[in-house]
Nanobody, 114 residues
Framework: QVQLVESGGGLVQPGGSLRLSCTTS????????MGWYRQAPGKRRDVVAF???????SYVDSAKGRFTISRDNAKNTVYLQMNSLKPEDTAVYYC????????WGQGTQVTVSS
């Protein structure tokens, strides 16, 4: 059974940082491109960043220069380091493959507010 478990969210002030984790089970993480997505209230879920099996990365424009996606295959975990957070980053963050191949996890709430 495949499980994606996101964690690391919280309440942070503008300009602050958070590190999200996506722990996977039931899959061979090393062969999968993985991504982070986010869904703000009343909006659709959108991609934030991807990391390929070989470590190549891509980001949406709003995340470039502020977010870093990484992976530790030995720990079956994908990370998203978020710096210089802005109120518009407030959302529930999820991980999955580019095609949303696996069932979505519960997500982790990120709230950026003073």
């Amino acid at each position: 059974q495949v499980q994606l478990v996101e964690s690391g969210g919280g309440l942070v002030q503008p300009g602050g940082s958070l590190r999200l984790s996506c722990t996977t089970s039931g899959i061979i993480l090393s062969i999968n491109t993985m991504g982070w997505y986010r869904q703000a209230p009343g909006k659709r879920r959108d991609v934030v960043a991807f990391i390929t099996s070989s470590g190549g990365t891509s980001y949406v424009d709003s995340a470039k220069g502020r977010f870093t996606i990484s992976r530790d295959n030995a720990k079956n975990t994908v990370y998203l380091q978020m710096n210089s957070l802005k109120p518009e980053d407030t959302a529930v963050y999820y991980c999955n493959t580019p095609s949303a191949r696996f069932s979505w996890g519960q997500g982790t709430q990120v709230t950026v507010s003073s």
